[in-house]
């Protein structure tokens, strides 16, 4: 019975991932996706993806490390806040980013670096989510490491941010790598922040998520399908990628 059931969900998706990829002909989605607006929109994903994905890291090890670790007043609470981007629909987000960058505090940032409607607003938008799901990752990381070595570190003289630079960072490389390649498919499909918050300008902010949603508005379903079997493609690299580290994310 378990493996029916699994057996149905899946062949429920292959049927779907097999529906959409012969929906159009090579020919059409070569073409679609050799234009110049799908690959100004290719090449701006990949790039935000990438510097939001590396912010999220950022965030992620130091943030997920104290989670793991440190007990604290509070600990509940704070780990239940990490979890709102998580939980939060999309366009709620969006719609906080547009209201927060309009206040003062909004605005003094906007005055340094101009992010709304902006490509700088597509990688905010991207990353206030995509960095919730890397420490998620980064927290089981750290809790699945043993701390007995930098323990050991501690008694030979080491200082707590020598052992975690020189025993628990190395060790958990693998994880680093799990978390930041799901925040860089988590950015992939970001769509709801991006729209409300950085637009969905043809050949200024807008991205493959966005690209998908401009043609399908206007009836190009040709267009629509060929850059969804284009993320496709790209978040079963990213899948792969993250298997083959042997993190559980």
Not at 69 to 95: E, K, N, Q, Y
Not at 127 to 144: E, L, P, S
Not at 165 to 187: C, D, E, K, N, Q
Not at 228 to 245: N, P
Request: net charge positive.
């Amino acid at each position: 019975v378990l493996g029916l059931i699994a057996a149905g969900y899946l062949g429920f998706w292959f049927a779907m991932l097999a529906a959409t990829a012969t929906y159009t002909s090579p020919g059409e989605v070569m073409e679609v996706l050799l234009s110049r607006e799908i690959r100004y929109a290719t090449l701006l994903s990949l790039v935000t993806c990438t510097v939001s994905a590396l912010l999220s890291a950022a965030v992620a090890v130091p943030v997920g490390y104290l989670m793991s670790r440190r007990r604290f007043p509070g600990h509940a609470l704070v780990d239940a806040a990490l979890d709102i981007p998580i939980v939060l629909p999309p366009m709620v987000v969006g719609i906080c980013l547009l209201i927060f960058f309009q206040t003062r505090a909004g605005g003094l940032i906007e005055q340094v670096i101009p992010l709304t409607y902006t490509v700088g607003g597509v990688i905010v938008a991207q990353f206030v989510i995509a960095a919730a799901f890397a420490i998620r990752t980064m927290r089981n990381v750290f809790d699945h490491l043993s701390p007995r070595p930098e323990q050991v570190a501690l008694t030979l003289g080491a200082t707590p941010s020598q052992a975690f630079r020189h025993v628990t960072l190395p060790a958990a490389r693998s994880g680093i790598f799990a978390a930041a390649s799901v925040a860089w498919a988590r950015s992939l499909g970001e769509f709801g922040p991006i729209l409300v918050f950085a637009g969905a300008t043809r050949m200024k902010t807008e991205v493959l998520p966005t690209s998908v949603w401009l043609a399908w508005s206007v009836g190009e379903l040709e267009q629509g399908v060929a850059v969804s079997l284009l993320m496709i493609a790209i978040s079963m690299i990213v899948l792969v990628a993250v298997k083959m580290t042997g993190e559980r994310v």
